[in-house]
């Protein structure tokens, strides 16, 4: 039970492509079922053959044959990843128009992989919308980068990956709308489909979802379940094409569950929700700009993998995500991940679940995907070959993505992460992310840049309130209740069990300043820093640091707003006193760093009363 409780990230989701026939004159739902084969549940070990009909697409032509076997797989990925990457961020900025305020999660590599597929089976102005949607130039060496993209992805099958991935596609088809034999092989031989799962819509429609829902569900570690919800397969389905991603790893740098405190997540300046707020020190890639922080959470991998990673964005400003998420671009992310750089720093990021489904139909065709979904300008024929006077067209494209992110990792990791931050120039100050409102975020894989999965967190589910054991906290992260207000600034820091630790200063300004003189002189101590493994020690001096810059910022002649900024420096330098004495208390100190530790508590201390 424990280790279910604290799985550090397990991802799952699900696509599928429902298509349709139109059937003019045929007998409605009730009447004489049509005679069909026996359906199977269990696929082939080949692709299974099909009747062909005087009307069936020809295979490819030899020139065309010729033009794919001589593309260059490498260049083709290189393709398929930055079409992926340019569809993602349409389709994200496409469902947020109807999902303003709401949690968001899919998988981009799912929806364009299954897409990508049917596309390999449209022909004429359906093929031409589909491509320029999916960003494709060459449906040829889209194939052949989906093939060798999915290989890399999978790579390091013989157990020494330390993280779960695994990704499948199928064909559900009934005899009555047999897939071209041209089609399976050209899905077999780039999406690795395994041959075709046979069932009967027209009579059993309802036992034929329970067949797709159930594969699903065996894909998924049973995560995901009624994918297709009931009404969507009918006994005019023609065919489903579906696909699974799972994946699940462990953070490179763990998270330590015991330093995770009940903390809030700020929805709005009107609504805070109370989460559990998992907290670490360590040595990740990072980038920050005057709009937002970016930061790279590695998952355990090993050297002959790719290599999974969270990359964190959390927005300046409490209310940004949306500004942000308008002004997203693929350059935009390429220039916040090219300008990673190994630093020390503390993340704060809350655990949370996000279970999302998506009828994507309606944003698709937003998109410009029309004739795909309708009866009679929708060609299919390259991909199946329906009976005379019907035409395939999609009726659906369902999605649901699953994603949960807490604390499990192997500490045994905090090692290399320690040896990345003396590559590079001079040492940085530490950072500190704190994610506690709304930002978004990616599953990404290198070397290929793939981005598997991405979402917003804008409101995670509210956690009953547990005791702790120092002492009770309010507001944000370790800061207690905010002392009485007053003219020369006064701050009784401290709770429960806390010391109490009363700061004051006639000239707040001259405090402010040698604050921050204090806070960058001591970040700026490399063997200091990298001694201390509290996280709670560098936030406090961030606090401090942005308490500092508040005052020094603020309009004296604005009275109240210069008390309150006086009065937070007071609890933050309160804080810093308090914990540098605590810390160095404590046993694990060398000596070195107790003394660092008691410099920075009298350091701090001689800037009251200033």
Do not use: C
């Amino acid at each position: 039970m424990k280790q279910a409780l604290l799985a550090a990230l397990g991802l799952l989701v699900i696509l599928g492509v429902v298509f349709y026939t139109r059937r003019p004159g045929t007998t409605p739902a009730g009447g004489p079922a049509v005679t069909a084969s026996a359906p199977t549940d269990k696929p082939p070990s080949k692709p299974l053959a099909a009747d062909v009909s005087t009307d069936t697409v020809p295979d490819e032509p030899p020139a065309q044959k010729e033009q794919a076997n001589m593309i260059d797989p490498a260049a083709a990925q290189r393709e398929i990843v930055k079409a992926h990457t340019t569809f993602a961020i349409d389709l994200y900025k496409i469902l947020l128009k109807n999902n303003a305020r709401q949690n968001e999660f899919l998988s981009p590599y799912s929806i364009s992989t299954i897409l990508g597929l049917t596309t390999a089976g449209a022909r004429g102005r359906t093929a031409e919308e589909m491509s320029k949607v999916l960003h494709i130039a060459d449906i040829n060496a889209v194939n052949a980068g989906a093939s060798h993209l999915t290989r890399d992805l999978m790579n390091s099958q013989n157990g020494s990956r330390p993280y779960l991935l695994s990704i499948a596609n199928s064909l559900w088809d009934s005899s009555l709308y047999p897939l071209l034999p041209s089609f399976t092989e050209l899905a077999q031989k780039y999406y690795d489909t395994s041959g075709v799962y046979m069932v009967d819509f027209r009579s059993s429609p309802e036992a034929a979802r329970e067949k797709v829902n159930r594969w699903v569900e065996e894909q998924t570690m049973s995560r995901i379940k009624d994918l297709l919800p009931p009404g969507t397969i009918t006994q005019y389905t023609a065919l489903v094409l579906a696909n699974a991603i799972y994946f699940k790893g462990d953070w490179q740098t763990p998270f330590e569950s015991q330093l995770t405190r009940n903390d809030n997540f700020h929805v709005s300046d009107a609504l805070d929700v109370p989460v559990s707020m998992m907290r670490v020190s360590g040595t990740w890639q990072y980038f920050e700009d005057e709009d937002v922080q970016v930061v790279s959470l590695p998952v355990k991998t090993s050297p002959d993998a790719p290599a999974p990673s969270m990359l964190l964005v959390v927005p300046r400003e409490n209310d940004a995500l949306r500004s942000l998420e308008e002004n997203l671009t693929p350059e935009l992310l390429a220039h916040w991940i090219n300008g990673l750089e190994p630093r020390p720093g503390q993340v704060l990021m809350p655990k949370f679940t996000i279970t999302r489904p998506n009828d994507l139909k309606d944003p698709l065709k937003a998109m410009g995907m029309a004739d795909a979904f309708e009866p009679q300008k929708a060609d299919f024929k390259a991909m199946a070959t329906p009976p005379p006077g019907d035409n395939l067209y999609i009726s659906g494209v369902y999605h649901k993505a699953f994603i949960d992110v807490n604390e499990q990792g192997m500490e045994a990791a905090a090692a290399t992460a320690v040896a990345l931050a003396g590559r590079g120039g001079p040492p940085r100050n530490p950072f500190i992310v704190r994610a506690d409102h709304p930002f978004f975020f990616a599953i990404r894989v290198e070397p290929s840049s793939e981005i598997l999965f991405m979402g917003r967190l804008t409101e995670p589910a509210a956690v009953p309130l547990v005791s702790e054991s120092v002492g009770a906290r309010r507001g944000r992260g370790d800061r207690g209740e905010r002392g009485t207000r007053g003219e020369r600034g006064r701050g009784e820091r401290g709770r429960g069990n806390q010391t109490t630790i009363t700061v004051t200063f006639s000239d707040a300004n001259a405090a402010a300043r040698e604050a921050l003189e204090l806070v960058t002189a001591t970040l700026q101590d490399t063997d200091f820093v990298s001694s201390q493994n509290h996280p709670g020690l560098f936030i406090s001096l961030g606090q401090i640091e942005r308490a500092a810059n508040g005052v020094i910022s603020e309009d004296r002649e604005n009275q109240a707003a210069y008390a309150s900024a006086t009065n937070a420096l007071a609890n933050s330098i309160g804080q810093g006193i308090r914990l540098s004495e605590d810390i160095a208390g404590r046993g694990g100190q060398n000596q070195a760093s107790r003394e660092k530790l008691g410099r920075l508590s009298e350091r701090l201390r001689a800037i009251t009363d200033k």
